[in-house]
């Protein structure tokens, strides 16, 4: 039969473990928190009261049950409290030596059949639980944070851990009402191994002047619907952390695209570390800058459109509504372009080419209009700045986002989501974790609108494909290449990337 672990120790209770703790007294468990000393102890009380009493306040708890909740938990200083404890989970900083120094002593203080967990993002949970004498009831158990309210924790076990306890903690996390997803001891796990990939490579795009943050934020929340662009989403976790998450990620993959991205070096030796320091790649605080009013693009009466089908048609009518001229040119024949004030290249690749068959390339700027809200501006090294600010304003005219950026393959939206898409293929093509498993992942963890393998099924696998392959191309990076896996999926006329998985 399962365990049920009914007295809970939580060492550490900080942002994490405080989360943790009431997650374990809503559930009705004992749960016994501990402290390094006296202030942290009464900064962990405050944690607990405040987070259930905004449950209060919204309505989502009684006091009677607050009281019953916190009733359960009892703070301590001392670790020989633990020594009843059925299941600790370690919530402390980051660093592998004092988590070390931590488990010998749980080791020594807790009963043989307690398993000791620890909710780290990304050291080794191997050489934590080398440290003990039961490194078979050892594992890690990482939840997200807010922990009271992500539904998601991942299940880690080693190759030493004893059969039937990974099974065992999920089914206690189910019992918490979280999803948990089981998977081994690899750097980062699944999600921060998928998440920490894409947000270095936006970084990169930024250091390598395609975007500006703004417009990658942009491209990234209202282009694919994500919660939030990668630069707020890196202030949120911390610099530091991102980091290091990095640096383990790179130890272990040598893989140049987990090389944390030397801005995140710059920023956080500058002490900037995000919105715990008030500043990161935004600053905090301050008011917004305003939007820009959209200019009519005084200068522009006639907008050439370069592209066929749907899409271009959609475009003609709506500058048209607009109040421009539009012409349209549907075939290799640009000569109907040849004299309008901007020409846009409908395209999701670079445009340059495009561009020096025109007699005025400088008026050619690339188009991607991405979902409902945003177009991907693409200026080649011959558009004038006068077409860029033209094109911009027009693109707000129209009612959509405009997203800046440089002529490069895929841009920026796909640039980032394709090779993420790829990321999570690779993952599932190693065995690490299952198709459901990754897509859960995403989904819980980050908050994403679908998980990745859902999203590539979305896309079109050959799409992506595709666009993997013009990204290796232009950039020549080894982790851009499409996954064999997805190749040979497309090769076969496999339309699902899920159900080929089962
Ligand atoms: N913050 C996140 O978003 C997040 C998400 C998932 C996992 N994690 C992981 O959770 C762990 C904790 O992170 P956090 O953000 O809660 O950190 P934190 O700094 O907010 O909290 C750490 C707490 O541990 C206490 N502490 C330090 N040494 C101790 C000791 N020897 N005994 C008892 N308490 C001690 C500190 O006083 C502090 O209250 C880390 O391993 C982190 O990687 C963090």
Redesign the pocket.
Known sequence: MAQTFETVGV????????GIAEVFARSGRRVIG????DA?LE??RGHLERSTGRAVAKGKLTEDAQREILGRVTLTTS?ADLADADLVI?????IME??R??FADLDRVCKPSAVLA??????SVTAIAAGTSRPGRVIGM????PAPVMKLVEVIHTVVTDDGLADDIAALARSLGKTPITAGDRAGFVVNRLLLGYLNHACALLEAGVAGRDDIDAAMKLGVGLPMGPFTLLDL??LD?SYEVCEVLFRETRDRRHAPAPVLRELVTAGLLGRKTGRGFYSYGEAAPATPEARQAASVSTVGIVGGGPEAATLATAVERAGFKPVVAESADLTPVGDADVVLALSDRPVVELAVRLPHPERLAGLHLVGDEVAEVASTVLTSPETTAAVHDLVQILDRTPVMCGDRAEFVVNALLYAYLNDAVRMLESGYASAGDIDTGMRLGCGYPAGPLEMLDAIGLEAVRDGLRALYAEYREPAFAPVPLLDQLVTAGVRSIREYAG
Do not use: Q, Y
């Open positions: 060492v550490g209770l900080g942002t994490m473990g405080a501990v402290e390094a000393d942290a900064r962990g670790r370690e919530a402390i900083p980051e004092f988590k120094v931590l620890t909710n780290t993002s990304s050291l990482h939840f997200f944070n976790i911390g952390t």
